[in-house]
């Protein structure tokens, strides 16, 4: 196994493999509160992947513990900086996969002497995005905001449905010339099928009909 990490013309191979390393996959749940029935999940996406180990840059070459040949430590810690300085990173752990990456932490120090500088350092996964310009929150509205006047522009672009109360004597045809102009009582039916039932012509006073929208 090899680890690499790479941006630009830079590149770095950890001379000295970690005895571990952890990647962490995470999803992002959110979860509410029903009456009679408890907590539920709503499932939720994929956050983003998290890496880290620790290891050290050794001040000489031992073939016992270092997989490769390296630059002096202080060097490797300057690539180190640079390449968290830049925007994004190629981590490479061969066998496991290529990630694009940044590199939020990294901590290193010299504690016994030796001249090795030992480390910590942690990866995150890069996931570009692309955002529509409609979807951008204007400053100073919340997102609840602008859901609610998108919300109400809908509303009053929308033809409205009214509801008619049938009268005696109505029938569907009469109702759809009166209210839409036209006699044509089909659409007026399929409306409102689960309140007249499988009969069209069985309507009766005080009977409530929805009518269907029109285009102004």
């Known amino acids: 196994m090899q680890i690499w990490i790479k941006s630009g013309s830079r590149s770095l191979r950890f001379p000295v493999l970690p005895a571990e390393y952890s990647i962490r996959l995470g999803r992002d749940i959110e979860t509410v509160t029903v009456n009679a029935i408890g907590e539920v999940d709503l499932g939720g996406k994929r ?65 016994d002497g030796s001249g090795d500088v030992y480390f910590d350092i942690s990866f995150k996964e890069h996931r570009p995005i692309s955002v529509p310009s409609s979807d951008v929150v204007r400053i100073g509205e919340t997102k609840e905001n602008t859901i609610s006047k998108e919300l109400t522009r809908a509303t009053e672009d929308s033809p409205q449905e009214s ?5 005696k004597g109505d029938c569907l045809a009469s109702i759809a010339r009166k209210m839409t102009g036209s006699s044509s009582w089909n659409e007026l039916y399929e409306r409102n099928r689960d309140v007249i039932g499988s009969n069209p012509n069985r309507i009766y006073p005080g009977m409530q009909l929805t009518i269907p929208r029109t285009e102004s």
């Open 163 to 167: 509801v008619y109360t049938v009268k």
């Open 47 to 111: 956050t983003l992947d998290e890496f880290s180990f620790s290891s050290f840059f050794p001040k000489n070459f031992d073939p016992y513990y270092c997989d490769c040949r390296s630059a002096a430590p202080m060097q490797c810690v300057d690539t180190v900086q640079k390449i968290m300085r830049s925007s994004t990173a190629r981590l490479i752990l061969t066998g496991v996969g290529s990630f694009r990456v940044r590199i939020p932490s990294f901590e290193y120090k010299e504690n």
